[in-house]
């Protein structure tokens, strides 16, 4: 058992970018944020042993990490955690001074206003998967994945533009 | 910026601040839907078997009579047939765990529409049991009442001088607040999960 641990916790130390965007896309504050990286390594910890090596290990992590934030719920918070949310200030300040990450801050900020298919959509497509990928990850046909990802792209530029942003 | 641009610096987003722990044990327990709903059927089972088993000595806490006994535990039994059922049906939805290397679609169609047949046994099983449990009650209370003059130990006795008006009005609120209990609660306990993956699966349906 604490070989295979050691074994996906590897595994999980190449790919961990992939947990940490599917995380900020999904969730607007940092607490949620780290809620749900943290769901998402137990979920893959529990699919591990179902894990064949048929596909590769960060495909197959696509698949597990966006089928639990698309069913996840954030939790039920009784107030806001004031020392948290400074945080958050002080990473975006920190973040707003390279243009290169202000673009992508910005891409984030639009993102929170997609719906949960929609998120996983453009996270597919900026991962590099084809219609035909998306669709089979998402179980829906490649002609849906196509039409709806194109709507999805348009919606997020035009939510972009709302931010001032030009795209 | 473009679509280009942006999956370019996509890629290169760093993720070298990113902390994966060096075990899952200090990871909290998982708290999606799906387990929710899993972590609470559990504890009503736990619950509702201790209650059980607490109502199987009821006749000996009482001394009721042997006829009283014989009909107590026919239709106690009864109750516990169609629960044994549901429990079953529970178990093997439990024991299915779910499958995240599942498409999306596949993986929550699953889970909706077993949850969804959960439910509905559930209340089935709710109904099932407040029936019997009527007629439990009404055929103890009919006993109690003509072998009253045997037994000055009654339970029964508790109740002399009390309007029967009362105790009929009592009665049809327990009967009600069972019936919400049946009806309701498995809308309210279980409700807001299957609203939320139906959203999503109807997301993914639209074209």
């Known amino acids: ?167 | 910026m473009n679509f280009d641009d942006l999956q370019q610096q996509w890629k290169d987003e760093p993720s070298d601040n990113v902390q994966i722990p060096s075990e899952i044990d200090v990871l909290k327990k998982a708290i999606t839907p799906i387990d929710f709903v899993r972590s609470s059927m559990k504890r009503d089972f736990l619950i509702q078997t201790f209650l059980r088993i607490l109502i199987l000595f009821v006749p000996v806490f009482f001394d009721f009579t042997d006829s009283l006994k014989t009909i107590f535990y026919t239709l106690y039994f009864t109750i516990l047939f169609f629960v044994i059922y549901y429990y079953y049906k529970f178990y093997t939805f439990y024991k299915n765990s779910y499958n995240l290397n599942y498409n999306s679609r596949k993986n929550l169609s699953w889970f909706y529409y077993e949850l969804k047949l959960n439910i509905e046994l559930l209340k089935a099983c709710s109904f099932i049991d407040l029936l019997l449990t009527g007629i439990l009650g009404v055929t103890i209370g009919w006993f109690i009442r003509t072998e009253k003059q045997h037994n000055t130990h009654n339970i029964l006795n508790l109740l002399d001088g009390v309007n029967p008006l009362f105790i009929n009005i009592g009665l049809a609120i327990f009967a009600f607040l069972m019936f919400l209990h049946a009806e309701k609660l498995p809308n309210i306990s279980y409700g807001k999960y299957l609203k939320n993956i139906k959203t999503v699966l109807d997301e993914l349906d639209e074209l």
């Open chain 1, 1 to 167: 058992m604490e070989i295979l641990e050691k074994e996906f916790l590897h595994k999980l130390e190449l790919h961990k970018g992939i947990i940490h965007k599917v995380a900020k896309m999904y969730m607007d504050n940092a607490e949620d944020r780290a809620d749900l990286f943290q769901e998402i390594i137990l979920q893959l910890w529990k699919a591990y042993g179902s894990f064949k090596g048929e596909s590769q290990f960060s495909s197959w992590m696509y698949r597990v990490a966006l089928n639990t934030a698309l069913i996840y719920f954030k939790k039920e918070r009784k107030k806001p955690d004031k020392h948290r949310i400074e945080q958050d200030l002080d990473v975006k300040d920190e973040t707003q001074t390279e243009d290169t990450e202000s673009q992508l801050e910005y891409f984030y900020e639009a993102v929170q206003q997609l719906n949960a298919v929609e998120k996983a959509l453009i996270f597919l497509f900026l991962e590099g998967q084809s219609h035909k990928e998306i669709g089979k990850n998402l179980g829906i046909t490649e002609v849906n994945a196509r039409v709806k990802l194109n709507r999805t792209k348009d919606k997020l530029q035009q939510l972009i533009k709302q931010q001032g942003y030009e795209f």
